[in-house]
Nanobody, 125 residues
Framework: QVQLVESGGGLVQAGGSLRLSCAAS????????MGWFRQAPGKEREFVAA????????YYADSVKGRFTISRDNAKNTVYLQMNSLKPEDTAVYYC??????????????????WGQGTQVTVSS
C-alpha cells in the first residue's frame, strides 16, 4: 500500500511560480516511477510530467516543457513539480501518482497504481 499526499498548491498570478510536493509512504518509493497529472474543470485528466525511479529520466507534456521541472528526493520519499511562468490555462487540480514495481515513469495514467488526493492550482490573469 502506498499513500501519496500532495501539497503546495494555491493561487498565483500569471507569470508566477509554485512548487508542488508529493510525500509518499512505504518502503518502495525509490523503486517506483512517479508522475504528475492534472485535471481542469470539464476536462479529462492529462499527463504533465513523469520521472524514473532514480531520477535519471524525465518526461514532460509539450504544454509544460521548458516551464515545469519534475524532480525527486528518494531519501525523503518525495517528488516535486516546480512550475514557473504559470499561465491561466495551467489552472487545474494536480495529482501525483506512483507506478509500483516499475522504475520508468509513463505518460499513461492507466500505468499508475496509486494516486494522491490532489492539490488545487489556480492561476489568475
Amino acid at each position: 500500500q502506498v499513500q501519496l499526499v500532495e501539497s503546495g498548491g494555491g493561487l498565483v498570478q500569471a507569470g508566477g511560480s509554485l512548487r508542488l510536493s508529493c510525500a509518499a509512504s512505504g518502503r518502495t518509493f525509490s523503486s517506483n516511477g512517479m508522475g504528475w497529472f492534472r485535471q481542469a474543470p470539464g476536462k479529462e485528466r492529462e499527463f504533465v510530467a513523469a520521472i524514473s525511479c532514480n531520477g535519471g529520466s524525465t518526461y514532460y507534456a509539450d504544454s509544460v516543457k521548458g516551464r515545469f521541472t519534475i524532480s525527486r528526493d528518494n531519501a525523503k520519499n518525495t517528488v516535486y513539480l516546480q512550475m514557473n511562468s504559470l499561465k491561466p490555462e495551467d489552472t487545474a487540480v494536480y495529482y501525483c501518482a506512483a507506478r509500483v514495481g516499475h522504475c520508468d515513469g509513463s505518460y499513461n495514467a492507466r500505468h499508475y497504481d496509486y494516486w494522491g488526493q490532489g492539490t488545487q492550482v489556480t492561476v489568475s490573469s
